[in-house]
């Protein structure tokens, strides 16, 4: 999760910041490093997967998107590095979640679906690199240490994760991002 801009972060109160509707989190964590952190009030509009730099100021760019290195800008932050540096907390940028009650009336799903997360973590344990370079051949435009990608990501819901979760929920419902938690 990235942001790319033609200006340094600094400089972006008042100014037009493209946002994908991919995925709210990463707006949020955006919005939320911009005011709080920043004290910058920039204007957001909604944009495609495309890039808009030649008519907006900063973009925000999500998943492989943000892995490629295509576009030519003179800023790219790392949103999650920066939310580190400045909270001291990572980033939960994804977990599996289940309401309750669908998780009661249909246990044999959930369980399928946990039991084929759990192979496939004994995989990538086990042939962590056929895994990779499996990765490497299917994503050839990733210009990024995929390697060094997937070694990063937590894989359990520590308490340490759930305390990180929850000061984010918190910053979230600070700026009515969230309702309060």
């Given at each position: 999760?990235?942001?790319?801009?033609?200006?340094?972060?600094?400089d972006?109160?008042?100014?037009?910041?493209?946002?994908?509707?991919?995925?709210?989190?990463?707006?949020?964590?955006?919005?939320?490093?911009?005011?709080?952190?920043?004290e910058?009030?920039?204007?957001?509009?909604?944009?495609?997967?495309?890039?808009?730099l030649?008519?907006?100021d900063?973009?925000?760019?999500?998943?492989?998107?943000?892995?490629?290195?295509t576009?030519?800008?003179p800023?790219?932050y790392?949103?999650?590095?920066?939310?580190l540096?400045?909270t001291?907390?990572?980033?939960?940028?994804?977990?599996?979640?289940?309401?309750?009650?669908?998780?009661?009336?249909?246990?044999?799903?959930?369980?399928?679906?946990?039991n084929?997360?759990?192979?496939?973590?004994?995989?990538?344990?086990?042939?962590?690199?056929?895994?990779?370079?499996?990765?490497?051949?299917k994503?050839?435009?990733?210009?990024?240490?995929?390697?060094?990608?997937?070694?990063?990501?937590?894989?359990?819901?520590?308490?340490?994760?759930?305390?990180?979760?929850?000061?984010?929920?918190?910053?979230?419902s600070?700026?009515?991002?969230?309702?309060?938690?």
């Amino acid at each position: 999760v990235v942001l790319y801009s033609n200006y340094p972060i600094e400089d972006l109160h008042k100014k037009k910041i493209g946002l994908s509707n991919s995925s709210k989190t990463s707006v949020f964590l955006l919005k939320i490093l911009l005011k709080l952190y920043y004290e910058i009030d920039p204007t957001y509009i909604n944009v495609d997967h495309a890039y808009h730099l030649n008519t907006i100021d900063a973009q925000l760019v999500i998943g492989n998107d943000a892995l490629k290195e295509t576009v030519q800008v003179p800023y790219i932050y790392d949103l999650g590095e920066l939310w580190l540096k400045k909270t001291s907390y990572p980033v939960v940028f994804a977990i599996f979640a289940v309401q309750k009650e669908f998780a009661n009336n249909n246990s044999y799903l959930i369980n399928k679906i946990i039991n084929s997360f759990v192979k496939s973590l004994q995989i990538y344990k086990n042939n962590k690199s056929s895994v990779i370079e499996a990765a490497k051949m299917k994503y050839k435009s990733v210009n990024y240490n995929i390697e060094n990608y997937y070694s990063l990501i937590k894989y359990e819901f520590t308490d340490d994760l759930k305390e990180a979760l929850l000061f984010f929920y918190h910053k979230a419902s600070e700026l009515h991002l969230l309702p309060d938690i």
